[in-house]
């Protein structure tokens, strides 16, 4: 049973770009690794350029979050290989390809394929142009389909589902223009997305070019949530390990990332440093110099500078 707030559509399966309804040919992927959030609930780890996903296994189906067209096809195996059961949702926290292009893996198991209006409106825009691109050139891409969603939801939108209660929270424009949580309250766990990177430089939301992220839309985003002191034992990532038990200390050490960092750029503005100076001599606090991907930070100076002087933030 769904319940939804605000308006909610639900839509016929849309149309897919056209392409081979073969499976896609063997290629080089980022090892997925299997970890265990909590009983029935289970994450699977990407240490590389692809994101995590999530799945639920119930007495009804599998809940699945998120879906990366390059390493679903591993999410899948290991669904198979722990259930006989379907896949029945699945679920994008938002719109990048790296979390919502694989969901035609699961084209088996047909299972109705949710998001926001806005999440469907970036995958008719940008991410449809990017993963048609990507058709051109890309093997992968070339034998499969970009498949949208079924629901389309505004505010937020609760599943009742193999006796669990699924919250899905439109947190609003953080990581991306749309960032989706799911708080699962019978499992004392809620499921981030990218609002969530752990031990690992935060990603700069982009596609097709379009680079979307706000760090005040994040830092408000995690605020939100922090201030509904939910009973969450674990939030899970969407890059990173999830740190079981650890609970809303990795939302405030996130948030406390961004601001620490964001004060180290405009210091660096104030003694009148240029952007291409402040990329070249920053240096990552101690209590984040553990982080990896230090390549990505270059990005999220370049959105701290400009975002400095527009917001004054």
């Known amino acids: 049973m769904i319940r939804t707030r605000h308006h909610t559509y639900i839509f016929a399966l849309l149309a897919v770009f056209a392409a081979a309804i073969g499976a896609a040919p063997a290629v080089a992927q980022d090892k997925m690794e299997l970890r265990t959030v909590t009983d029935g609930v289970y994450m699977m780890q990407n240490d590389r350029g692809s994101s995590n996903a999530s799945f639920v296994i119930t007495d009804d189906g599998v809940v699945v979050l998120d879906a990366d067209l390059r390493t679903a096809d591993q999410v899948l195996a290991q669904i198979r290989k722990m259930t006989d059961k379907k896949v029945k949702y699945l679920i994008t926290s938002h719109s990048a390809g790296d979390h919502a292009s694989g969901a035609w893996r699961y084209r088996e198991d047909k299972p109705v394929f949710i998001a926001t209006k806005t999440q469907m409106r970036d995958l008719y825009m940008q991410e449809g142009k990017e993963f048609a691109e990507r058709q051109k050139t890309d093997e992968v891409y070339k034998a499969s389909q970009l498949t949208r969603p079924d629901i389309g939801f505004e505010g937020s939108m609760t599943l009742q589902f193999g006796g669990l209660t699924f919250i899905l929270t439109e947190e609003g424009g953080g990581h991306s223009t749309s960032d989706v949580t799911v708080f699962i ?72 990332y961004f601001i620490v960092m964001r004060d180290e750029v405009s210091k660096m503005m104030k003694a009148g440093k240029s952007l291409s100076e402040i990329e070249k001599t920053i240096e990552v606090p101690k209590e984040f110099a553990h982080y990896k991907r230090k390549p990505r930070l270059v990005s999220f100076v370049k959105l701290f500078y400009y975002q400095t002087i527009e917001q004054g933030y």
């Open 185 to 256: 309250p019978q499992k004392r766990v809620m499921l981030m997305g990218d609002l969530l990177d752990t031990e690992i430089h935060p990603g700069q939301g982009e596609s097709a070019g379009v680079f979307y992220s706000n760090v005040k839309g994040w830092t408000r985003s995690l605020d939100n949530i922090i201030a509904r002191n939910l009973p969450v034992d674990t939030y899970v990532p969407g890059h990173g390990p999830a740190h079981i038990g650890r609970g809303v200390a990795d939302l405030q050490e996130q948030k406390r």
